[in-house]
């Protein structure tokens, strides 16, 4: 299933670096993994369990960057299936 347009554009903000990051967006609980520069990396999209880990689907994103290391090219998001735990 493809990200709601609206989620990707935030998923595209750049955020604290190497933090996990928990929010809501349009009714269903997050929780974003960013990498050393602040870009999300890593999505749980789902239900919040008590515990705090999230029962729903995983995403990983792939970002290529430009010989210089810094520019990003281009990116996307990849399903990688349920999860009961995050």
Known sequence: ???NPKLEARLN?????????EEQFAGKDLTI?????????????GKR????????ERYVRR????????TL???HWEAKGKVTRS
Do not use: E
Not at 33 to 45: E, K, R, S, W
Not at 63 to 70: I, Y
């Open 33 to 45: 993994i960013t990498d050393q520069q602040g870009h999300a990396v890593t999505l749980f999209i």
């Open 1 to 3: 299933m493809p990200l």
């Open 13 to 21: 903000k750049i955020s604290s670096p190497s933090t996990r990051l």
């Open 73 to 75: 090219q281009s990116s």
């Open 63 to 70: 970002l290529k960057f430009a010989p210089d290391g810094v």
């Open 49 to 56: 369990q008590p515990d705090g880990s999230i029962k729903g």
